[in-house]
């Protein structure tokens, strides 16, 4: 194992040891890492917008998912709330058939139902995003090495009792981790301690 990393850290170009799931061959995926990856976010648009691509991530990789993330963006309007709220079957099929996605008819469903409930919380809390910091009073969490905790437990049970789907606590707790409620970077990793 030691050898595997120590050759996999020698892959970088620019010298700097990054998150072992950082692929160093695939620039989109560093970018993630390095740019977005446990940033903290705040922005509805961009809440809503990992949410469903986390959700199109269940049981596939996650560099699979980012390397049509533009596939995504165009063919789910850019991830405008109100537009994809308003699908209806005829859209569903027609994103059924789009090569560029992944083209699974229940996550497909999943998205538009998750925008819905994702609405239905911004009305009734302010903002998504006041609904999802208020589960950690507003701040970072910083852990390593888990795939689910007691916060993605009560996150997912939460979300799945206002009508969400394929929103399991694994799914939870890599959608928290993108978007910076937790702060996960791997030890040894030059954004570990940021």
Request: net charge negative; proline share 2%.
């Amino acid at each position: 194992m030691i050898g595997e990393r120590e050759d996999w850290e020698m892959e970088w170009k620019d010298g700097r040891i990054r998150c072992k799931w950082a692929n160093p061959k695939n620039e989109i995926y560093l970018h993630y890492h390095d740019r977005e990856w446990g940033v903290p976010v705040r922005d509805d648009q961009r809440l809503f917008e990992m949410l469903i691509l986390e959700c199109f991530q269940a049981g596939l990789s996650w560099e699979c998912v980012l390397n049509k993330r533009e596939a995504f963006r165009r063919a789910f309007d850019g991830f405008d709330l109100e537009k994809v709220c308003a699908y209806g079957e005829e859209k569903i099929e027609e994103l059924c058939q789009d090569k560029g996605i992944i083209r699974n008819r229940r996550k497909i469903q999943a998205a538009v139902t998750n925008a819905r409930v994702f609405q239905e919380i911004q009305e009734s809390c302010g903002s998504f995003s006041d609904y999802l910091w208020h589960w950690t009073d507003g701040q970072v969490i910083c852990e390593k090495d888990k795939v689910s905790s007691p916060l993605s437990d009560a996150l997912s049970k939460d979300l799945k009792k206002r009508g969400m789907r394929f929103v399991g606590t694994v799914t939870v707790y890599a959608y928290l981790q993108a978007v910076g409620v937790i702060y996960a970077h791997e030890e040894g990793c030059y954004l570990e301690h940021e």
